[in-house]
């Protein structure tokens, strides 16, 4: 049985262009809502900016921040939210700065970037955090920091490893995407957050379909009945997908369930 459908955004479900058929999926969404089929977004994009992408007659549920803010189906105040110890986070801010490499610190009410951060990386970012502000001083701010996020210019692998060095005993350091990387709370991930409305639905993981592409999708995949890694997928995803399917670029998820419910 199919109860939930959770989906990844950047390189899932929605195409390099940052759009998706919304006609086929209000089509998809309105058999889903028929059977009592959850639609949920899970991705590690702010919620503001991933809720810009769905009019509230969708419905969604929202595990933003990967997994740091939840929100359940029709409601505006979070479930639950994972805030970061201050300490640990002015902590993190320093090593971060020292190490030279742009980033972005969230919170629980926007995303702050140093004032130091290139144009690009800046311009970059907005893509991924509508309330994103440039701030002076980092360390000045009185916030509610969550996790924080890079793009990077050179070698992920080696920005990441770097990172993991200097603060991987507070932070989980995660490749995201070909030139991303999260920082985020020890055991706080996609699947925690889903977790969360699962045990508020009654539903289990066994009748959980899952899609994504990404390192930060890996404990989502691992633990739902059906994991799908699309295409282009990293390794350490695809291993434990148990599904895979096609481009983002060809609506490859709208597909799977479109298969799915017929």
Do not use: C
Not at 116 to 135: C, I, Q
Not at 219 to 226: N, Q
Request: no cysteine.
């Amino acid at each position: 049985m199919v109860a939930v459908i959770a989906v990844d955004m950047d390189g899932t479900f929605l195409r390099p262009d940052d759009t998706y058929d919304r006609a086929r999926f209000e089509r998809l969404l309105a058999v889903m809502r028929e059977r009592g089929i959850r639609f949920v977004v899970a991705s590690g994009n702010q919620l503001t900016q991933l809720r810009s992408f769905f009019q509230p007659f969708d419905d969604a549920a929202f595990v933003a921040e990967n997994g740091h803010i939840v929100v359940d189906q029709g409601q505006t105040t979070p479930l639950a939210t994972a805030v970061l110890d201050p300490e640990a986070a002015q902590r993190v801010i320093r090593s971060l700065t020292a190490l030279g490499h742009p980033f972005v610190m969230s919170g629980t009410e926007g995303a702050f970037v140093p004032a130091t951060a290139p144009e690009w990386f800046v311009d970059g970012m907005r893509r991924y955090y509508h309330r994103l502000d440039v701030a002076e001083d980092l360390l000045a701010l009185d916030v509610d920091v969550m996790k924080f996020s890079m793009i990077t210019d050179t070698d992920v692998v080696e920005v990441a490893r770097q990172v993991s060095e200097e603060v991987g005993d507070v932070l989980n350091v995660v490749i995201s995407g070909p030139r991303d990387m999260d920082m985020n709370q020890p055991g706080i991930h996609k699947a925690h957050g889903l977790g969360l409305l699962l045990d508020r639905w009654g539903v289990d993981w066994k009748d959980v379909v899952s899609f994504g592409d990404g390192g930060n999708d890996v404990e989502l995949l691992a633990a739902s009945g059906r994991g799908y890694a699309l295409e282009g997928a990293r390794d350490s995803l695809v291993e434990v997908a148990t599904h895979r399917a096609g481009s983002n670029a060809n609506d490859a998820v709208l597909d799977v369930i479109e298969e799915l419910l017929s």
